[in-house]
């Protein structure tokens, strides 16, 4: 049977863009159609690569009637607003993470995606199609190891000067709603929640270190979070790091630790660290850091589009990761601990 074709619109030009651009390119479904910024540059250098015709206003684009899907690579406080309006629109959808930069938007998006014949939400966390992320759910998931007893997870990258400055909308608090959390450790606050269930409470603290004066937002964050079943997960973020360190996540499990490091899964057997899945080896778009979960995922987004069925990193299933990096934040603010917030 031949397979659909959608045309697709590409809103926000910058880093990001590239990649779902890319990843599209190698889709034999998908045409990109239209593509959007408000730098000129970025928007002539975006129509040249595509194609596509170019817009200055975002607005013009959710309202065409040709357009099937609209990728939002925008900055955090822009996501709620262009995707509420595309989806009422009748545009579907595919966001990048964070779904939103503060609570109440996320909860409009959700609202707005889950009305009577709306259109499809998909939200980026494109780290949960990794081969060894994909891997370590099974290995929990068959209780092979026995049961899941909790996490430490660790994001210890390098941010400063013109990453911030340049940008217009990074390290300012109503721009891209927090830091460190929010931009680049979200990801795998999300993976503890996809591999070790819900997490209900969490006590924080969060400060601003070698880029205080620079940004209005943490670069630095630790917190102690509890699972619904009473399990444990330890968070350690920081853009003050020498270098940009591969993400670690330990997971414990009754019958021993696997370790994340990077994109590769291990065994912790004796102190010795034995491979289990050496990560993925598609070509890689982009920085190393964001993986190359993309092209699975919006593959996978697609495909759900095709076949008419339900795309499951839908908002409500993006939404806990947000309310992690927030509660996190707000029990900083508050020094206490406190219940999550709910979609
Ligand atoms: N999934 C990942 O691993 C990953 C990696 C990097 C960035 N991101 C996310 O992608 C999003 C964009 O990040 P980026 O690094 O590409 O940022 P960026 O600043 O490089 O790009 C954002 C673009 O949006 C444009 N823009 C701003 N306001 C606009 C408006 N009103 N209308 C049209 N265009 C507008 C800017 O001119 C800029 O070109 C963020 O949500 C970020 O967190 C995700």
Redesign the pocket.
């Known amino acids: 049977m031949e397979q659909r074709k959608f045309r697709a619109a590409i809103?926000?030009?910058?880093?990001?863009?590239k990649?779902h651009i890319a990843a599209l390119q190698g889709m034999k479904n998908v045409e990109i159609a239209a593509v959007?910024?408000?730098?000129e540059e970025?928007l002539q250098m975006a129509v040249e690569k595509t194609g596509a015709k170019g817009y200055?206003?975002?607005h013009e684009v959710v309202a065409l009637k040709d357009i099937d899907v609209v990728h939002i690579?925008?900055?955090?406080y822009?996501?709620a607003p262009v995707t509420i309006e595309a989806l009422n629109q009748g545009r579907n959808v595919i966001t990048?993470?964070?779904m939103a930069s503060t609570i109440e938007d996320a909860r409009a998006m959700i609202a707005a995606s889950e009305k009577e014949g709306a259109p499809m939400l998909g939200v980026?966390?494109?780290n949960r199609y990794n081969s060894s992320v994909q891997r370590a759910k099974e290995i929990i998931e068959s209780g092979e190891m026995g049961a899941f007893l909790g996490a430490a997870a660790s994001v210890c990258w390098r941010r400063e000067g013109a990453y911030y400055s340049e940008?217009?909308?990074?390290g300012v608090k109503a721009t891209e709603g927090a830091g460190s959390l929010i931009?680049q450790s979200i990801?795998t606050l999300d993976l503890l929640s996809f591999l070790g269930g819900p997490i209900e409470k969490v006590r924080g603290s969060v400060f601003t270190g070698l880029n205080e004066g620079q940004i209005e937002v943490e670069d630095n964050a630790m917190a102690v979070a509890l699972y619904a079943g009473g399990q444990r997960a330890l968070i350690h973020t920081s853009n003050n790091n020498v270098a940009d360190d591969a993400i670690e996540v330990n997971i414990h499990l009754e019958k021993g630790v696997l370790k994340m490091f990077g994109p590769k899964l291990y065994l912790v057997e004796n102190g010795e660290l034995k491979l289990i899945d050496s990560g993925d080896d598609k070509a890689i778009v982009?920085?190393t850091v964001?993986?190359n979960g993309?092209v699975s995922q919006l593959e996978d987004y697609y495909g759900c589009l095709d076949q008419g069925k339900h795309f499951w990193i839908d908002g409500r299933s993006a939404f806990p990761a947000l309310s992690l990096v927030l509660s996190i934040i707000r029990s900083s603010e508050e020094g206490k601990w406190v219940e999550l917030y709910k979609a």
């Open positions: 809103i926000g030009c910058g880093g990001i863009s990649v959007c910024d408000i730098r970025r200055a206003d975002w690579c925008l900055p955090h822009l996501h990048e993470k964070p980026i966390f494109q940008s217009g909308w990074r931009n990801h982009g920085k964001w993986g993309h």
